[in-house]
């Protein structure tokens, strides 16, 4: 693959605090408002347009969508659409995404587990499907060392998860069960304090003592260290083979009906980006960081930038299991009514691309559309 054209643009660019993503229908406290975005390369020069004249593309400011704001800045998204149009727009929020996806404001979103399996479920399955994975990992335990030096030291201090009922809250609940701690899963009182911070105002909190340590995504986690903090646990390392979906693409079953050569065509686009990320990491993360300086207007240094982004595989494995694993952990907590899954996904137009790769596909565990 012909390197992308920004490939040699070096400047540091900063994540927007990492917002991830409720279980529960509520918003997250980043705020709704979608941002349309100008991309340097929408169209693909002298392409013919496919059965849309413009596909209409949501995602996240942040490093664990990495897929879309590589694809999209280097154009090689665009290049697979011939003359359709790439229209992006980031969100802050989960719940505002799936908003716009209902409200066909976007076609195909990038997002966390927990409002597709939220979005999926409210509908009873009409409004989206799965259709590949983006990102794993990038979520960590950090702690104050001086305070906290085993994890079983948390017992009676105060931890924080970025939102009640988000993916990271979620997971650290049912660590907690786990080890045989009691917690009660709203108010987060407990064998140990479950405290629901934003995820921009947790290194503050963390760094001025309020805070004992945070179970938080990239790039808070690395700030934290950053702030003095240590990494006493990578989440992980609790899951098969050490990964666990942090990011997946998803779609408007209408949009998929209507329009299934555009939805291969972003898939060819997203595979071919995946596979430019993974084989020239560095010249990825900085046109990621690239994105991110014009979304966000702010640089994260690089004690912040590089172990975040190496914490964060990027892969077209959409990594079911967790999924399904991720929606169990929240109803045993109590924060989510047992979710009926099937149908959530259809990979089979990501596995026709994989196969022409001469990649294996991937698999959607019992899941699937029928």
Known sequence: MRAPRTTLRRGLAAAAALPLLAVAATACG??????DDDAKSNVSAGGKKLSADTVKIGYFPNLTHATALVGIQEGLIAKELGGTTVKPSTFNAGPSEIEALNAG?????????SPSINGYAKSKGQSLRIIGGSASGGVKLVVDPKKIKTLDDLKGKKIATPQLGNTQDVAFLNWISEKGWKVDAQSGKG????????????????????????WVPEPTASKLVAEGGKVLLDESTLWPDDKFVITNIIVSQKFLSEHPDVVDAVLRGTVNTNKWINANPDEAKASANSALE????????ADVLDPAWKS???TDDPLAATLQAQADH???AGLLEKPDLKGIYDLKPLNK??????????????LGAE
Do not use: H, M
């Open 312 to 314: 964060i595989q990027i």
């Open 105 to 113: 404001s976007i076609d195909i979103g990038f997002i966390g587990p």
């Open 191 to 214: 064998d140990v304090s479950v405290v629901r911070s934003d995820n921009k105002v947790t290194p503050d909190a963390f760094k001025s003592g309020s805070l004992d340590g945070a």
């Open 353 to 366: 691309i994989l196969e022409a790769e001469g990649q294996p596909a991937v698999a959607d565990a019992g």
């Open 330 to 332: 929240a109803v045993k």
């Open 30 to 35: 980043y705020g709704s408002e979608a941002k």
């Open 294 to 301: 014009k979304l966000s207007g702010k640089a994260l240094p």
